[in-house]
């Protein structure tokens, strides 16, 4: 949240005072990630995901797409086993950078892009719900209460800039449901949870749109018990491979993520009509599923393999393999 007595010289404040008033915690996410000009996935040619240069790294990120390998490998398992078949209608990644895809033959969906699925296909998103603009909700005077900004121009050292407000206002009855549903624990003075209903949103078009598939997602999901610990939110930013706490800090320059609640995504995949929901670490996934990729690459003579190296780097507890978490849908 806004650092007290901070002013910010960011763009994206620009566009966002001049609405007036007070602005959900959403809307200043969604401008700061998605706005067409100044938002951070919208900036053409930008260096977002890699080694040097880049503000964050991913299993997509790879140079020997290990990553797209076993995710290949983990669907057939997962349809010859449900299906009885390992061909889905087509295949679709749904969050794609820049067009590319690491399933041979796979149609990209971008970033933002309309959601269109035929159902039996296979659809793959790897950090797509974390990337959705999201709510903080503060429990306060007995209630859970919604984060309100309210934008203002002030002056600094550096000039004109802006500053950030906090304000909490009643949160809606649905919304307020969610809350007590998921963490009626947490009904504590000040606890904070960052919840994103625009990515459960997300979600639930994608699971009703492909009935009889398989929908995979690979994200930073937590339980709802794991999100009890932190009663400071779990929002943060990535710039330069560094994790930041301000998010509010060079709005539109870096990307800014939250932890989605796995428990809520498993109800929605049963609204939505699933047969079966799963949620686990990826390690376990992929040994559980992709057994015979990971045998191949083991079996690859080099002990310097660079597959050898990147199948370490997804499996390892203390690396990927327990800090990504899969859905499985089918």
């Given at each position: 949240?806004?650092?007290?007595?901070?002013?910010y010289?960011?763009r994206?404040?620009?566009?966002?005072?001049?609405?007036?008033?007070?602005?959900?915690?959403?809307?200043?996410?969604?401008?700061?990630?998605?706005?067409?000009?100044?938002?951070?996935?919208?900036?053409?040619?930008?260096?977002?995901?890699?080694?040097?240069?880049?503000?964050?790294?991913?299993?997509?990120?790879?140079?020997?797409?290990?990553?797209?390998?076993?995710?290949?490998?983990?669907?057939r398992?997962?349809?010859?086993?449900?299906?009885?078949?390992a061909?889905a209608?087509?295949?679709?990644?749904?969050g794609?950078?820049?067009?590319?895809?690491?399933i041979?033959?796979?149609?990209?969906i971008?970033?933002?892009?309309?959601?269109?699925?035929?159902?039996?296909?296979l659809?793959?998103?790897?950090?797509?719900l974390?990337?959705?603009?999201?709510?903080?909700f503060?429990?306060?005077?007995?209630?859970?209460?919604?984060?309100?900004?309210?934008?203002?121009?002030?002056?600094?050292?550096?000039?004109?800039?802006?500053?950030?407000?906090?304000?909490?206002?009643?949160?809606?009855?649905?919304?307020?449901?969610v809350l007590?549903?998921?963490?009626?624990?947490?009904?504590?003075?000040?606890f904070?949870?960052?919840?994103?209903?625009?990515?459960?949103?997300?979600?639930?078009?994608?699971?009703a749109?492909?009935r009889?598939?398989?929908?995979?997602?690979?994200?930073?999901?937590?339980t709802?018990?794991?999100?009890?610990?932190?009663?400071?939110?779990?929002?943060?930013?990535?710039?330069?491979?560094?994790c930041?706490s301000?998010?509010?800090?060079?709005?539109?320059?870096?990307?800014?993520?939250?932890?989605?609640?796995?428990d809520?995504?498993l109800?929605a995949?049963y609204?939505?009509?699933?047969?079966?929901a799963?949620?686990?670490?990826?390690?376990?996934?992929?040994?559980?599923?992709?057994q015979?990729?990971?045998?191949?690459?083991?079996?690859?003579?080099?002990?310097?393999?660079?597959?050898?190296?990147?199948?370490?780097?997804?499996?390892?507890?203390?690396?990927?393999?327990?800090?990504?978490?899969?859905?499985?849908?089918?």
């Open positions: 949240m806004p650092e007290k007595n901070k002013i010289h960011s994206i404040f620009d566009i966002l005072a001049d609405s007036g008033g007070e602005i959900e915690l959403s809307e200043f996410v969604r401008a700061a990630l998605y706005h067409p000009e100044l938002g951070y996935y919208a900036k053409p040619g930008a260096t977002r995901i890699g080694g040097e240069g880049a503000d964050f790294y991913t299993a997509e990120s790879m140079e020997e797409n290990v990553f797209g390998a076993l995710v290949e490998n983990a669907a398992q997962i349809l010859k086993q449900s299906r009885g078949a061909k209608a087509e295949a679709v990644e749904i794609s950078e820049g067009g590319r895809t690491m041979a033959g796979a149609r990209a971008g970033i933002g892009g309309d959601i269109e699925i035929r159902p039996g296909s659809a793959v998103s790897n950090e797509l974390d990337a959705r603009p999201f709510d903080r503060e429990f306060s005077e007995g209630a859970w209460r919604k984060t309100f900004l309210k934008i203002r121009r002030a002056q600094s050292g550096e000039g004109c800039g802006y500053a950030v407000e906090k304000r909490l206002r009643p949160a809606p009855p649905e919304e307020c449901g007590e549903k998921y963490f009626g624990r947490c009904q504590t003075e000040g904070c949870i960052d919840f994103s209903f625009d990515a459960l949103g997300l979600f639930k078009k994608i699971v749109q492909n009889g598939g398989l929908s995979i997602f690979f994200d930073y999901f937590r709802s018990g794991e999100l009890a610990s932190f009663p400071g939110g779990t929002a943060r930013t990535y710039k330069s491979h560094a930041g301000d998010i509010f800090e060079g709005a539109g320059s870096r990307d800014i993520t939250y932890s989605p609640c796995s809520a995504f109800d995949a609204e939505c009509g699933a047969k079966r799963e949620c686990m670490a990826q390690e376990e996934f992929f040994m559980r599923y992709a015979g990729e990971i045998r191949r690459i083991v079996e690859i003579p080099d002990p310097l393999d660079r597959k050898k190296r990147e199948l370490c780097q997804l499996l390892s507890p203390d690396m990927m393999g327990r800090v990504f978490r899969v859905i499985a849908i089918y």
